[in-house]
Every structure is written in C-alpha cells, then in structure tokens.
C-alpha cells in the first residue's frame, strides 16, 4: 500500500477555468476561489493506492485480494493480465463544506466557481497517484493499462465498495453510503490493469462523455501524456 497526504495541489491550478469560455467575470471568480482555497487552507489532497495479485482470473470477473470485480473491459487484447491497480484520492472535507456556506450565503457564483476549483484539483490529484502507480509498475517489469472508475460503462457502481477496500480508503478517512456515495465528497476512486506487455487501451472513461470534445481538463491531461 502507498499513502499520499498534504499534497501541495493548490500550485497546479490554472488561473482560468479549464472548461467553457474563460470570460472575464469567471476569470475573477476563479482568482478569488484561489484565494479563499489558499488563505483558508481548504485544500488537504491525499490518495492512496495498493496493487493487488490477481487470484485465478475467471473473466469477466477478477478476484483480487479477497474481492471480486466485473470489468471486462480491463481484459486485454493480448498481453496477461496479472494485477489491479486500485487507487483512491480525495480534496478532504474543507472545500466542500465552504461551498456550501457560500450557496447559503447567496453567493453562488463563487459558491459554484470554488466548487470547480475542486473538481479541477480532484482530477490534478488522480493523475499524480496515477503516475506514481505508472512507475511503481515500471520499476516492476509490468506495464499498465486502462482506467474505470465505478458507475462508468464497464464498471458497476456497486463495486465502489469492493474497490476502497482494494484501495484502503479508510488509511485517508475515505468512506462510503449506503448509496455509494463517498464521503468527502470530493474524492474519486480508479482501478487499472497490470500486467505484462499489455497493449494500449483502444478505450477511454472519456469516450461517453458529452463534453469530451471541449473538455480543457482532458486536453491538458492528453498533453501532458504526449510529452511525457
């Protein structure tokens, strides 16, 4: 198991929206969400991740440390696949909180630009735990391959549970509703496949999204990928 805490996220932001045009009125509200993120210390970015033996696949089902995935989608064309990569990140509870005491201030365009923010930081926090899964599998011989999340095509909601125990979500204070809902709310949970010589993914979690023609979080997510 490899824990993350107190990552200094806050220093990525962009100073414009990813997202949508960068106007001048959201351009403010973006400086002055940083500000209030900065000055009360509302970011405490964390993740944790373990990469777990695969025990007798059986597709599409994958038994990993006493849990059972259905992911067909990890399965590879060619390569074998051996392991699950089962991560976990969250923002902490600070952030989500002052949102919602700016909705009930009235203040909802920094209430929803502050909120935005915190989006843009949760995906920051998931590629880091990504890169440093990437090159612990590197330094192992392995290579790695695809990405779900639950509730994406190819991954049912319902396997949240299965995937923070993977990931030990509780090792950040990660937890999970009854309506697999994890708490706090802004965090995120990603399983990958390890193996060996796996081929790269013909998919993306991207690929049914709507925005994903204009989506600047993406794009720079890409960029950084093609100059890696």
């Given amino acids: 198991m490899a824990v993350a805490r107190g990552l200094d996220i806050l220093r990525r932001a962009q100073p414009v929206p990813l997202n949508g045009r960068p ?26 991740y373990r990469i777990v033996d695969l025990q007798a696949p059986a597709a599409p089902l994958l038994r990993a440390g006493g849990e059972s995935l259905e992911a067909p989608w990890l399965l590879p064309a060619s390569g074998q696949l051996t ?51 990437q090159a612990e599998t590197s330094r ?8 779900l999340r639950a509730g994406d095509p190819g991954l049912a909601l319902e396997a949240q549970g299965a995937v923070l125990r993977l990931a030990c979500a509780d090792s950040i204070a990660i ?5 697999f809902v994890m708490h706090p709310l ?39 990928a093609a100059t890696a």
């Fill in 23 to 48: 106007s001048p009125a959201r351009t403010r509200l973006r400086a002055q969400a940083l500000a209030m993120a900065r000055e009360e210390s509302l970011v405490d970015a964390s993740y944790s």
């Fill in 83 to 133: 392991a699950l990569a089962c991560g976990v990140c969250t923002l902490g509870p600070a952030l989500e909180r002052r949102v919602s005491e700016l909705f009930a201030q009235r203040r909802a365009s920094l209430a929803m630009a502050l909120d935005e923010l915190g989006n843009e930081l949760l995906f920051e926090v998931s590629r880091h735990a990504q890169d440093r899964i």
């Fill in 140 to 147: 192992r011989g392995l290579s790695m391959s695809g990405e």
């Fill in 175 to 179: 937890s999970l509703s009854e309506g």
């Fill in 186 to 224: 802004k965090s995120t949970s990603m399983v990958l496949g390890v193996g060996i010589a796996l081929p790269a993914s013909a998919w993306s979690r991207c690929d049914s999204c709507r925005s994903r023609a204009t989506c600047g979080v993406r794009s720079r997510a890409l960029a950084a």
